[in-house]
Nanobody, 126 residues
Framework: QVQLLESGGGLVQAGDSLRLSCAASGRTFSSTTLGWFRQTPGKEREFVAAITWSGSSTGYADALKGRFSISRDNDKNTVYLQMNSLKPEDTAVYYC???????????????????WGQGTQVSVSS
């Protein structure tokens, strides 16, 4: 079992940066693939980024490449999402997710992730 707790969201202006954190508890954190997703009202949860257990492989939504960066610190049981040059369309609830079984790769589809945090709101004003 893995419990996930996101933090770092807030209200910022367009062009600002934010770093989200996701603190995980559970004995298998270091071997899990982790991902970030986001969701706005009335829309499906959208893939943002993912990272394998070692951090050697990362993936991003095409539209976010170059602005967002995912990283993890297995010693701290934490995964991060650095978001730069934020735009109003980045406004969403951001969720951290983890895959239960060991995987050497990452997935874009939310259905592959077993554990989810409660989310943190990111609001970007124009």
């Amino acid at each position: 079992q893995v419990q996930l707790l996101e933090s770092g969201g807030g209200l910022v202006q367009a062009g600002d940066s934010l770093r989200l954190s996701c603190a995980a508890s559970g004995r298998t954190f270091s071997s899990t693939t982790l991902g970030w997703f986001r969701q706005t009202p009335g829309k499906e949860r959208e893939f943002v980024a993912a990272i394998t257990w070692s951090g050697s492989s990362t993936g991003y939504a095409d539209a976010l490449k170059g602005r967002f960066s995912i990283s993890r610190d297995n010693d701290k049981n934490t995964v991060y999402l650095q978001m730069n040059s934020l735009k109003p369309e980045d406004t969403a609830v951001y969720y951290c997710a983890a895959i239960k079984e060991y995987r050497s790769f990452w997935y874009r589809a939310a259905r592959f992730y077993d554990y989810w945090g409660q989310g943190t709101q990111v609001s970007v004003s124009s």
